[in-house]
């Protein structure tokens, strides 16, 4: 009964290893889930999931627990957002499948608990995944991803469930994973290979005689290409260092202009560092405020990104867009109900500005962008006055 496309069975060192390869939001990948787990009666289920993931995904009043102020000062906001619209792209799909994403992960939790076998976390923290996935990309590839991430939960063509089944076949999971190797290497590596040596070695290590491992279909290759290997699993969760060339580039421009400065005030003294201070502050000033308006930000909000910009512009350690989240969520003072309510607000943009939480959000990332604009016209013009 256990022969399927989707659960492949291995023996290795004396024991029996069920591996289920699942469509995140496929309704069928649950009954399949559940009915593999009480037919083995394992003594182990490894499932794709760190603590966090399965934390968020057994406690459904999580969002009531969002702290705003922590993420904004931890500079986790675009983390956030990289989930955030993850989420949102699964969710779409699985809505027309009456399925919430993971479904069938949380299945496996359950189902493991129902025959009292030992749960397994088996994948790598997802904030070492995303950090080493940015840090892998370059420019034009980071730019990429973001308006691809931002795109995708409301540019998705809908999916009948046949097409979502059909992701779950291996062959059409290795085309597809095939195409993004060549399309963006950096991407995969860190994204889908790294963590198919972790989940596989996190599998080997796990106790008991028989398991049932349930993880998404596009794994179960790489998974068993990799039984044998040896894996630094610790190695494979730090966290990479910040980039020299961005470090450097970060400091570039400040530096450049406080040597403009100097060089101006040595030339003309007051009057020409006057200029200076006017074409520095002006642009960085008026980009971040257009820009902090154009979120519908609270006046207080707009006043303080016009206020911080042209300083954060001179400091690579903060941005004009925490200085705004912050204001703006002190100001609005998102509820509950509001960070209850991300996850439907983030797929639609009509409640981008209704949802007090999903506004903050939307405050600091366009209050960074017009600031970054301002800061390149800024540097134009303070050069062109050492002429």
């Known amino acids: 009964m256990l022969s399927s496309g989707t659960v492949t069975r291995i023996e290795h060192q004396g024991r029996e290893i069920y591996i289920v390869g699942t469509a995140h939001v496929s309704p069928k990948s649950v009954v399949e889930v559940e009915r593999v787990i009480a037919e083995v009666r394992p003594d182990t289920v490894c499932v794709e999931l760190d603590q966090g993931r399965h934390d968020a995904l057994v406690d459904e009043s999580r969002w009531r627990k969002l702290d705003l102020f922590q993420i904004i000062r931890q500079k986790k906001v675009l983390y956030l957002l990289a989930n955030l619209a993850l989420s949102a792209y699964q969710k779409k799909i699985g809505e027309s499948l009456g399925v919430k994403p993971g479904a069938e992960l949380l299945a496996a939790v359950r189902s493991a608990d129902a025959v009292g076998a030992k749960l397994v976390l088996a994948d790598r923290d997802i904030q070492a995944t995303l950090k080493r996935t940015w840090h892998r990309l370059g420019f034009w590839n980071k730019s990429k991803l973001i308006s691809g991430l931002i795109a995708a939960p409301f540019s998705m063509e809908e999916l009948g469930e046949e ?4 992701l779950k076949d291996r062959d059409t999971i290795s085309e597809m994973l095939d195409e993004l190797a060549k399309m963006m290497p950096d991407l995969k590596e860190p994204l889908i290979d ?6 596989m070695s996190s599998v080997v290590e796990a106790p008991g005689q028989k398991l049932v491992v349930v993880v998404g279909a596009g794994h179960v290759r790489g998974m068993l290409a990799n039984v044998e290997t040896q894996v630094d699993r610790k190695r494979l969760s730090q966290l990479p ?17 406080l040597v403009a400065f100097w060089f101006g005030w040595q030339k003309h003294q007051t009057e020409s560092l006057i200029q200076m201070a006017r074409a520095w502050i002006l642009p960085t000033s008026i980009g971040c405020g257009l820009f902090t308006l154009a979120a519908f930000a609270h006046p207080l909000t707009i006043l303080a990104g016009m206020l911080a910009a042209p300083l954060t512009t001179l400091n690579p350690l903060i941005g004009a867009g925490m200085v705004t989240a912050l204001v703006e969520a002190w100001v609005r003072k998102p509820t509950v109900e509001d960070c209850e309510g991300i996850p439907e607000a983030i797929t639609k943009p009509k409640l981008w500005l209704k949802n007090r939480a999903t506004r903050v959000l939307l405050v600091f990332v366009l209050s960074n962008l017009g600031a970054s604009i301002g800061m390149f016209i800024s540097t134009t013009w303070v050069l062109s006055l050492l002429r």
């Open 163 to 166: 097409q979502i089944e059909a």
């Open 241 to 257: 260092p910040p980039s020299r060339v961005g470090t450097i580039v970060g400091w570039a421009i400040p530096i450049m202009i």
């Open 194 to 199: 790294e963590r198919d040596l972790y989940l």
